[in-house]
């Protein structure tokens, strides 16, 4: 069945980077869409970003030009880069792939 | 952007209630609208999608209804479980974008 298995939060400064990775299995990534989905604390959803299974990606206005999407096909691994971190960006981020969700990863951006 | 209100913030109500949670899509998104469920400390769970359609395994209480812009979740008969908080998103164009989230509680 569908897993999807998030890694790479932690606790970074404002304006420093950070990579999360999402370890997909029981099924092929590339032929899906895959979102990143974030919750800051007691707060609601909030859409991320996508990436097609043409590649294409799109992003919410709340981080384009500072979070990039990707994935590595050989690995079934998706990447969320994050550039330029600000407080506001602390959040659990979830993996999505047709209703399926990950556990989440949490990100705390603070001095 | 597809701007999704979702009504109201908060619902009290008791098991064995019929409770209705309704979304707003700010123009015609199709029936291209989610519903999930989310309880303290987890992820989210889908329970309709393409507005109408029960995912496996979802009890037959839970119900999705409209399309266009305005779209119901119906919860036939509360049972403990089902108090958490809900969430509906539209998926027809990019930003996809959650209603502000509806909380179920015990009343």
């Known amino acids: 069945q569908v897993q999807l298995v998030e890694s790479g939060g932690g606790v970074v400064q404002p304006g420093r980077s950070l990579r999360l990775s999402c370890a997909a299995s029981g099924f092929t990534l590339s032929t899906y869409e895959i979102h990143w989905v974030r919750q800051a604390p007691g707060k609601g959803l909030e859409w991320v970003a996508v990436?097609?299974?043409?590649?294409?990606?799109y992003y919410a206005d709340s981080v384009k030009g500072r979070f990039s999407i990707s994935r590595d096909n050989s690995k079934n691994t998706l990447y969320l880069q994050m550039n330029s971190l600000r407080v506001e960006d602390t959040a659990v981020y979830y993996c999505v792939v047709t209703g399926s969700w990950g556990q989440g990863t949490l990100v705390t951006v603070s001095s | 952007d597809i701007q999704m209100t979702q009504s109201p913030s908060t619902l009290s109500a008791s098991v064995g209630d019929r409770v209705i949670i309704t979304c707003r899509a700010s123009q015609g998104i199709r029936n291209d609208l989610g519903w999930f469920q989310q309880k303290p400390g987890k992820a989210p769970k889908r329970l309709i999608y393409?507005?109408?359609s029960l995912q496996n395994g979802v009890p037959s209480r839970f119900s999705g209804s409209g399309s266009g812009t305005e779209f119901t979740l119906t919860i036939s008969s509360l049972q403990p479980e089902d108090f958490a908080t809900y969430y509906c998103l539209q998926h027809n164009s990019y930003p996809h974008t959650f209603g502000q989230g509806t909380k179920l509680e015990i009343k």
């Open positions: 393409a507005a109408t």
């Open positions: 990436i097609l299974h043409d590649g294409t990606n």
